[in-house]
């Protein structure tokens, strides 16, 4: 069983900048891909970002490329997501989502799931 905590949500202007976290409970992190997804008000739930296990391998929506970057620190059982260039359209519940085996961008692979956090960026 894994529990996860996302902190780092807030209101931001379009062009800024917010790091979430994702904070893990238990042992074995390093074992576990971590997922980023969000849901905006009125839309599914959509896959935004993911690490790999410790052996590395991010993956990313098309939507976010270039502007997101996941990372993850085992030692803290703790992964971020460092979103650049935030537009309005970022705007959204995001949630922190954990699998084990290999990387996944289907909402469907992965088991844990943390409670999310809210982003709103205005213009």
């Known amino acids: 069983q894994v529990q996860l905590v996302e902190s780092g949500g807030g209101l931001v202007q379009a062009g800024g900048s917010l790091r979430l976290s994702c904070v893990a409970s238990?042992?074995?992190?390093?074992?576990?891909?971590m997922g980023w997804f969000r849901q905006a008000a009125g839309k599914e739930r959509e896959f935004v970002a993911a690490?790999?296990?410790?052996?590395?391998?991010?993956r990313y929506a098309d939507s976010v490329q270039g502007r997101f970057t996941v990372s993850r620190e085992n030692a803290k059982n703790t992964v971020y997501l460092q979103m650049n260039s935030l537009k309005t359209e970022d705007t959204a519940i995001y949630y922190c989502?954990?699998?084990?085996?290999?990387?996944?961008?289907?909402?469907?692979?992965?088991?844990?799931w943390g409670q999310g956090t809210q982003v709103t960026v205005s213009s």
């Open positions: 690490a790999g296990r410790s052996d590395g391998g991010t």
């Open positions: 989502a954990a699998r084990g085996g290999v990387l996944y961008s289907s909402i469907r692979r992965y088991d844990y």
């Open positions: 238990g042992r074995a992190f390093s074992s576990y891909v």
